[in-house]
């Protein structure tokens, strides 16, 4: 492997399953699973929820870290840690009497393919 290569862990071909919009048209099932990820990031707590996880140091982070940059209660927190982790947006692992949170990089590559906008040939419309 050339030092010019990125490999991403935690991502293969079958994860990133659709292509993107302009390309093909999404099938049933796979647009039922990325309605829910969708869903699940329409909401601005959620989405700057996991914004805070992706940026932590470490890139996980404890809800102990996640409730102070809200003003909501930490059971509504819960509530949305809850969400994007049974939307597939993260995963969780309970550590002592904390639950550590990070961001699954096959979700949002799935997100990310979808949305691939094809380079313009001869300029943006």
């Not at 699954?104 to 001869?122: D, R, T, V, W």
Request: aromatic letters at 4%.
């Amino acid at each position: 492997m050339s030092n010019s290569e990125l490999v991403v862990l935690g991502q293969d071909e079958a994860v990133v399953c659709c292509s993107p919009l302009v390309r093909e048209p999404l099938g049933e099932e796979a647009a039922v699973d990325l309605a829910r990820m969708f869903k699940a990031l329409s909401d601005p707590v959620r989405l700057r929820l996991l914004s805070l996880i992706a940026s932590h140091e470490g890139g996980e982070a404890c809800v102990c870290d996640l409730t102070g940059p809200f003003d909501v209660s930490q059971p509504t927190i819960s509530h949305h840690l809850k969400v994007l982790r049974e939307a597939g947006l993260v995963g969780s692992e309970r550590r002592g009497t904390w639950v550590y949170y990070w961001v699954l990089p096959a979700a949002l590559a799935k997100l990310s393919a979808l949305l691939e906008a094809p380079a313009a040939a001869g300029g943006a419309r």
